[in-house]
Nanobody, 120 residues
Framework: QVQLVESGGGLVQAGGSLRLSCAASEFFSINAMGWYRQAPGKQREWVAT???????NYADFVKGRFTISRDNAKNTVYLEMNNLKPEDTAVYYC???????????????WGQGTQVTVSS
C-alpha cells in the first residue's frame, strides 16, 4: 500500500522558516514530486514541483522564498520555506506521481497534509 507521510509543519512568526518533509513508501517507481497548499475557504493551489531529473518549478508567489528538493535514496521530498508570510498559512500537501508495486499505470498520490501557520 502506497504511503506518504508528511512532517515539519508548525507555527512560526512572519519572516521565519520551516522545512517540510514527505516520505514516500511502497512505490515501484517515482516520477515528479511536489507540494500544494490549501488555505481556509480557498481551493488547493500548486506550490512547487521537482521532476525525477531534479528540474524544479515554482508558483510565482513562492519564487525566491521556497526551495523544493528530493532525496531519491530516501524517496523523500522537501520544501524549505524561508521569509514566511501570514498569507502562506495553509495546510500543505505533498503529491507524488508514481507506480505502486504491482501497478501498471502511474497515479497521483497525496499526503495527509501538514498545517503551517504564520503569525504576523
Amino acid at each position: 500500500q502506497v504511503q506518504l507521510v508528511e512532517s515539519g509543519g508548525g507555527l512560526v512568526q512572519a519572516g521565519g522558516s520551516l522545512r517540510l518533509s514527505c516520505a514516500a513508501s511502497e512505490f515501484f517507481s517515482i516520477n515528479a514530486m511536489g507540494w500544494y497548499r490549501q488555505a481556509p475557504g480557498k481551493q488547493r493551489e500548486w506550490v512547487a514541483t521537482i521532476t525525477s531529473g531534479s528540474f524544479t518549478n515554482y508558483a510565482d508567489f513562492v519564487k525566491g522564498r521556497f526551495t523544493i528538493s528530493r532525496d531519491n535514496a530516501k524517496n523523500t521530498v522537501y520544501l524549505e520555506m524561508n521569509n514566511l508570510k501570514p498569507e502562506d498559512t495553509a495546510v500543505y500537501y505533498c503529491n507524488v506521481k508514481g507506480k505502486g508495486w504491482g501497478k501498471v499505470i502511474e497515479l497521483s498520490y497525496w499526503g495527509q497534509g501538514t498545517q503551517v501557520t504564520v503569525s504576523s
